[in-house]
């Protein structure tokens, strides 16, 4: 079966884990990178296999979302928030207005929730560095959400994997398939709560 051999060749190679952490570090600036896809059809493989380990899963991926969002927020707090054209899109620009009103006062709120919204992200961590919140008090705050993030999208992959054990590849497809409609799920709520408090 040539789409498990293809499976196996992935999990066994020696850039899994390099790989993964790029692409979590990239979807912090890119949101068209699928690093929540790639984490939970990593954590359905080990679910439904064995391997890769995990805690190796989680790991990389906290690791990567932290150095993402820390080199989004070094970017936000050298060059600002408008100096680029991307970030005058008229959704990032939107996204950026509406976080800036209010990073200083509720810092811990935005970074949590807005792990979980892609625009909203880089906006948060854009505008926190534009507006100076001290690094001490940002990198705890983003490490945590960060592990949060990681281990959410592992348990998603890992329930489905562990159900679908003795079919891997269908474990990946109903895993991310599952990922998606809980994002657009969270996506909505944030919007719902920030609509109402607005």
């Not at 954590?43 to 899963?57: N, Q, T």
């Not at 005058?88 to 792990?115: C, G, N, Q, Y």
């Not at 534009?130 to 690094?135: C, D, K, N």
């Amino acid at each position: 079966m040539v789409g498990e051999a293809w499976v196996g060749q992935v999990v066994g190679s020696p850039w899994l884990f390099p790989a993964l952490f790029a692409l979590v570090v990239g979807d912090a600036f890119l949101v068209v990178l699928p690093s929540e896809t790639a984490v939970v059809a990593l954590a359905a493989l080990a679910g439904a296999s064995g391997d890769p380990p995990v805690a190796a899963i989680a790991a990389t991926a906290a690791a990567g979302a932290l150095a993402g969002d820390l080199a989004c927020y070094g970017l936000g707090r050298w060059a600002g928030v408008d100096r680029w054209a991307w970030q005058r899109r008229p959704r990032v620009a939107a996204a950026i207005a509406r976080v800036r009103r209010t990073v200083e006062r509720r810092t811990a709120v935005l970074v949590f929730t807005a792990r979980y919204v892609p625009f909203a992200r880089i906006a948060v961590n854009l505008s926190a560095g534009a507006a100076r919140i001290p690094l001490a008090r940002y990198a705890p705050l983003a490490a945590a959400a960060g592990v949060g993030w990681a281990l959410y999208n592992v348990a998603v992959g890992g329930v489905v994997g562990t159900a679908l054990a003795d079919r891997p590849l269908l474990a990946i497809g109903v895993s991310i398939a599952t990922a998606v409609a809980l994002g657009l799920a969270v996506d909505a709520a944030v919007r719902l709560i920030d609509a109402r408090r607005r």
